[in-house]
């Protein structure tokens, strides 16, 4: 889901659409262009709830995100194109005098709570729109891992119901992948557990593989020539409060360091020990926690789409880490310990998944998963 607005042809895209006011929408492979009286909309990804040709008409009407999912939509007339997206845009947005893309910076940053248009002459007018809403119910812990559970479960079966394309999956090994897999084959076993971590070399992929490395979730990625979706536990650690960095001030709200509370016997030991961040000086200047948490996991860009190989990112929703943010101190520390909701809301289902996991993340050899799994 690359992209670069430009006023002209660009080489390094594959595929190049003129948009009716005179603007080149250069792109990978795997957009569809919808027509109507009055606009044309060029989009790729996925809305969870229904198919994209069900949301052209909502997208040329609204102002503000309403579909979660992972798409971006152009949504031109004879004056202006809108770029819009999901409520939890998952790719980078920037806009400068010669484009406005996700591939490279270029300009300003437009963060996840802008909505841009741009005119023919590259042009920007901005809107904004509140990108997260926070999580104000008291719930126990189990009635937090329940919500969790409520939630996860609506987004596949929204997402199954209308998903026409092959499903991959690629375990790792990670509590995240394995949380993924375990819903995934709750729903369906109609999927493919791939044992290679495998990349067609693409026209785009070739002209821009040095650019696409430089997005770390870029940086290992699945690749293939024909439509199908790539399962993925992407903003994982991000949405339920394992990132090193956001999970420290979360801790710090309650007095407490990794060195706290950690155990060497940990699941999570040796990664966050590894990096351990300060945020002393951080924290004194957040005026709320939660706040700050959720407002920089909502910027958090990890998996888009690239070709024709779409990705299936059930945890990136925001709505997972404010509730996840009302957790109690004990179950903060767990999950900071052993990845604890984690794996309640993988015992709800098959308890036997959490077989898989292992601390040597994306290099466990497959044939140790092949043997948990058979």
């Not at 009286?37 to 809305?47: E, L």
């Not at 040329?60 to 995100?65: E, N, T």
């Not at 940086?219 to 439509?227: A, E, F, R, T």
Request: glycine fraction near 4%.
């Amino acid at each position: 889901m690359f992209f670069s607005l430009s006023t002209s042809r660009l080489d390094n895209f594959p595929y190049h659409y003129t948009l009716p006011n005179g603007l080149v929408l250069n792109t990978d492979d795997g957009w569809n262009t919808y027509t109507t009286d009055s606009h044309t909309v060029i989009i790729k990804g996925y809305a969870n709830k229904c198919s994209l040709s069900e949301v052209i008409d909502n997208l040329i009407v609204q102002d503000i995100p309403t579909y979660k999912g992972n798409f971006c939509a152009f949504v031109a007339d004879s004056e202006h194109v809108k770029i819009l997206h999901d409520t939890n845009r998952g790719f980078p947005l920037w806009a400068g005098d010669e484009c406005v893309t996700n591939l490279f910076e270029h300009g300003e940053q437009r963060w996840i709570d802008c909505i841009i248009t741009v005119n023919n002459k590259l042009e920007c007018s901005q809107s904004f729109f509140t990108a997260y809403k926070k999580n104000t119910q008291q719930l126990t812990d189990a009635e937090l891992v329940d919500s969790l559970h409520n939630t996860i479960c609506e987004t596949y079966e929204q997402f199954l119901t209308h998903n026409t394309k092959p499903l991959k999956m690629f375990l790792s090994g990670g509590i995240d992948t394995t949380t993924v897999w375990a819903y995934l084959d709750y729903f369906t076993k109609n999927y493919e557990l791939v044992d290679y971590e495998y990349i067609k070399f693409t026209p785009f992929y070739c002209k821009n593989s040095t650019a696409l490395r430089k997005f770390w979730g870029y940086q290992q990625i699945h690749l293939w020539d024909d439509d199908c979706v790539l399962v993925s536990g992407s903003n994982g650690d991000e949405n339920f409060l394992r990132g090193p960095f956001t999970l420290a001030i979360a801790l710090k709200q309650h007095n407490l360091t990794f060195d706290d509370i950690l155990q060497t016997s940990d699941y999570h030991y040796s990664y966050l020990m590894k990096k351990a961040p300060n945020v002393d000086d951080v924290y004194k200047e957040i005026a709320n926690v939660e706040d700050y948490i959720l407002n920089m996991n909502a910027n958090d860009y990890q998996h888009w789409h690239l070709d024709r190989t779409l990705t299936f990112t059930p945890f990136k929703d925001i709505s997972l880490l404010s509730t996840v943010l009302c957790s109690s101190k004990d179950l903060l520390i767990d999950q900071a310990r052993n990845a604890e909701i984690n794996k309640q809301l993988v015992r709800k289902l098959d308890a036997s998944k959490l077989d898989v996991l292992s601390n040597n993340k994306n290099y466990l050899p497959f044939e140790n998963i092949r043997l948990a799994v058979t």
